[in-house]
């Protein structure tokens, strides 16, 4: 071409590969922002940094589990896949907030961290098994989607509160057992 003339590359192929691009960069940055923000939130609610950090660290297992999963899967991250982790991630915290809001209750009651967990998970745990599983099956509804999407962002949604029940069922009260001996 002379000088005079610019040539650019246009077309589906480009936008895709662009938004492809800004998919993968706007789920680091949206992710990275509300981590944050709910670590903050966790600190003001448990009246502590170490504490906070303890109940985020449990929150961002299963996201990243989930995420481990898709990788092995071969799931690629689309405008439906990359949704689930800020899904997950406000269900999660929500768990956890009842969780733990519990077993600080019952400490302050006089109770030994022991007792105080046992006593959390018998109440609050059958609720958190309960809301999970209505979760499940309101997701389970978007598997007989005939979008391959829809399938996926439910199955993935579905794996990832059923992880984060697990993290705040066994992993959370190891945490804050390590956490009140520590």
């Known amino acids: 071409l002379p000088d005079?003339?610019?040539?650019?590359?246009?077309?589906?192929t480009i936008v895709y590969a662009?938004?492809?691009?800004?998919?993968?960069?706007?789920?680091?940055?949206?992710f990275?922002?509300?981590l944050v923000s709910i670590f903050v939130v966790f600190c003001f609610q448990m009246r502590s940094i170490k504490l906070g950090a303890v109940v985020m660290f449990a929150n961002t297992m299963p996201i990243l589990i989930t995420l481990g999963v898709m990788g092995l899967a071969g799931i690629r991250?689309?405008?439906m896949s990359v949704m689930v982790?800020?899904?997950?991630?406000?269900?999660?915290?929500?768990?956890?907030?009842?969780?733990?809001?519990r077993v600080r209750a019952k400490i302050a009651e006089g109770l030994d961290i022991v007792v105080a967990l046992r006593e959390s998970l018998v109440e609050v745990g059958r609720a958190l098994v309960y809301s999970t599983l209505a979760l499940c099956v309101g997701f389970a509804v978007m598997l007989t989607a005939g979008?391959?999407?829809?399938?996926?962002?439910?199955?993935?949604t579905m794996l990832t509160i059923l992880v984060a029940l697990a993290a705040d069922l066994l992993l959370l009260p190891?945490?804050?057992?390590?956490?009140?001996s520590a």
């Open 18 to 30: 662009n938004l492809e691009e800004y998919i993968r960069e706007s789920l680091v940055r949206g």
């Open 77 to 79: 991250l689309d405008s």
């Open 174 to 180: 190891v945490m804050l057992r390590w956490y009140g």
């Open 4 to 12: 005079t003339l610019q040539a650019s590359v246009t077309g589906l």
């Open 85 to 101: 982790a800020s899904i997950a991630i406000g269900l999660a915290d929500d768990d956890s907030i009842h969780f733990v809001s």
């Open 32 to 34: 990275g922002s509300a």
């Open 147 to 156: 979008f391959v999407g829809a399938i996926y962002f439910a199955l993935l």
